[in-house]
């Protein structure tokens, strides 16, 4: 089965850096770009970015740029999206996905991130 | 900027049929291809159409999409219309960059 699985829900102080991941199964994953996505409470889905998992190359949307990093692992299928200073306004829900020819899918579960002081 | 525009919201009953649109700000709906995203709450999406018009496996035959080169939009049609078909639904497609953009979304209401 082609999925992808990533980690927990996460809790943390507005300042603090954060690492979620995002790892895939079923499929080879250095062939596909795998791209983030955020969604932040009772809004809709924004495009953060994209790596290319057989180079590390990555495409930031414009509005992510310098605020976040995409990398990879390719050794253990896990895609990975940082942040160094995070600020209130990125609580939200990320998902990864894989670009599957024109399309996204599969997509992951998503994870949580709340950021409170 | 590109952006793809979806009515906020449509209610119909169960069994009947009902269309979401998704319009193009600029360029032609036609240059990339438009992918429908199913999303109940409190779930992560899931790809009901891709590539315009292709089901994934073990989507029901009763989601269809369409592009309407005339009016600059992508339709998604869903037919007999069950109560588990009441989610979200956002249009996606790719700008100039090849980014991807994802509609404004629309909410299905079976009522």
């Known amino acids: 089965e082609v999925q992808l699985v990533q980690s927990g829900a996460e809790v943390k102080k507005p300042g603090e850096s954060l690492t979620i991941s995002c790892k895939g199964s079923g499929f080879s994953f250095t062939t596909y770009w795998i791209t983030w996505v955020r969604q932040m409470p009772g809004k809709g889905l924004e495009w953060m970015g994209r790596?290319?998992?057989?180079?590390?190359?990555?495409h930031y949307s414009p509005s992510f740029q310098g605020h976040v990093t995409i990398s990879v692992d390719k050794s253990i299928s896990t895609a990975y999206l940082q942040w160094n200073s995070l600020k209130a306004s990125d609580t939200a829900m990320y998902y990864c996905a894989r670009r599957f020819g024109g399309s996204y899918l599969p997509w992951g579960q998503g994870t949580l991130v709340t950021v409170s002081s | 900027n590109f952006m793809l525009t979806q009515p906020h919201s449509v209610s119909e009953s169960p069994g009947k049929t009902v269309t979401l649109s998704c319009t193009a700000s600029s360029g032609s709906i036609a240059s990339n291809y438009v992918q429908w995203y199913q999303q109940r709450p409190g779930s992560a999406p899931t790809t009901v159409i891709y590539e315009d018009n292709q089901r994934p496996s073990g989507v029901p035959d009763r989601f269809s999409g369409s592009i309407d080169s005339s009016s600059n939009s992508a339709s998604l049609t869903i037919s007999g219309l069950k109560t588990e078909d009441e989610a979200d639904y956002y249009c996606?497609?790719?700008?100039?960059?090849?980014?991807?953009?994802f509609g404004t979304g629309t909410k299905v209401t079976v009522l």
């Open positions: 996606q497609s790719y700008d100039s960059n090849n980014e991807g953009v």
């Open positions: 790596i290319d998992p057989s180079d590390s190359y990555t």
